[in-house]
Structures are given as structure tokens and as C-alpha cells.
């Protein structure tokens, strides 16, 4: 699972987190978590908590300032998205959000509390979904910059150009494994059979999409087989 980001959202409080794996940490400085701390008003007889229009420009207002941080934090960590909320959450801040272009999917429910564990196992599906779902556009894009010359494939070409050009999309087999030694300036690698030995990397499979991932690009799983011309893995990279 490539990394990507988790929002947790109510219409009190926010929480963000970056997954990799089937790992959920909070990211290291910054805004979140989000806590409306605005006091609750109430009716004039004491009966509860305001209702309607006030409560609801107030949590609006809220999810504004979550998707201006959220914005900001997607900014320096480019990656796919994924919500948890209720669904009346999620549907208020999918109105005005403009931070979706990456929105792999939601998980709907009350999950402000849930164990990061726990909420890792229900988003796996979200990403792998996300993931799969893009292979037609992965492929029609392949094709096109085919045409124009602005495609890397195979390990090693797409492992050097993830690095040193302008990632745009990468496409590999949902099957490729791939380990191997890498030079000690990065650049290069070359595949390895000895998986047990210190210098060999378990999977640069899993290296060079966190790559392409971090650089701004995005990322298609396909059929195995859809890339049997291609060593089973492809880059495009960005018109200059």
C-alpha cells in the first residue's frame, strides 16, 4: 500500500494521518489535530445545545479551516487522500473542499476513536480500490506519451528517471516484485537474487512508487500482463 493521507473528520475535530502500509502516524509538527473549541450555545430555556442555522454555519466554518490546513499539508506532501466521517461530515466537506483532486475514496462512520490499527485495515481497501481503478486512464495516458517519447520502462530506466525527471505517472504490474542492490549515489539499481543479504532492498518496487508518490505524480496498478511490452512497469514523465 503506497503512502497516502487520512483525514478524520467530525464537525468538532480533525485529525490527519500518513499511511504507509498498514501504518498511521500523525504527521510531525503543524496544525492538526483541529479542535472547534467554540462554546456551545443553547436555547433559552436550557434545554440543549442551539439547533439549525447557527450550528450549522459554525461547523461549515470549521471544515473551511480544515481544508485550508489540509490544502497546506498536501502542498509539501503531495498523495492520495482518503476521509472518514460520518456521512453527513463527509458530504458537507466534499461540497466546498479544495483539496479532492486526489480523493482515493472514504470510509463513512464514527471513527474519531477508532485504533489507528483498526482504521489502517479499513482503509487498505479504499487505496487498492483507488489504485486499480485508474488502469484504463493509466494506460491511455502511456499511450500518448508513447507517441512523444516521454516514457521510461523498465526497473532501471524508471528507477533513475523517478529520481532525476519530472515524474507524471507510473504504471507497474499489481504481480512485479522486484529486489535489487542500489548504487551509492541512488541512481542506479540492478535486480538481486540473495533477498537475505544487508545490501539488497526487499522490494524497489515499493521504493519507486513512494518516489514518484512524494514528487507530485500518481500511481496505477494494472493486470498482470497489461505491461508485458513495457518490463512490467512504465513512467511517463511531464511535458516540459
Known sequence: TPRHVVLVLTE???RLFDG????????????????????????????GPAKGGDQ????????????????????????????????????????TSSNLARLAGTVQGSHARTPLPTLARLIRPVIEDYLHSREAEALTLLDKRSRAGA???????VWLAARAERPEMLAVEEGLFYP???????????PADDLEHPDVIDDAVDEVIETVLRRGG?????????????????LTLRPR
Open 151 to 157: 516514457v521510461a520502462t523498465g526497473m532501471p530506466a
Open 218 to 234: 500518481w500511481v496505477a496498478l494494472v493486470q498482470n500482463g497489461a505491461l508485458s511490452a513495457s518490463d512490467r512497469i512504465a
Open 56 to 95: 450549522d454555519r459554525r461547523a461549515e466554518a470549521f471544515l473551511r479551516t480544515v481544508d485550508r490546513a489540509l490544502g497546506t499539508y498536501l502542498s509539501v506532501h503531495p498523495a492520495p487522500l482518503v476521509l472518514v466521517g460520518a456521512s453527513r461530515t463527509l458530504a458537507r466537506f466534499t461540497r
Open 12 to 14: 468538532r475535530e480533525a
Open 20 to 47: 504507509a502500509g498498514d501504518t498511521l502516524l500523525p504527521p510531525f509538527g503543524g496544525p492538526f489535530p483541529l479542535i472547534d473549541r467554540t462554546p456551545r450555545r443553547h436555547t433559552r430555556t436550557g434545554g
Open 180 to 190: 535489487a542492490r542500489v548504487s551509492r549515489d541512488g541512481d542506479l539499481i540492478t
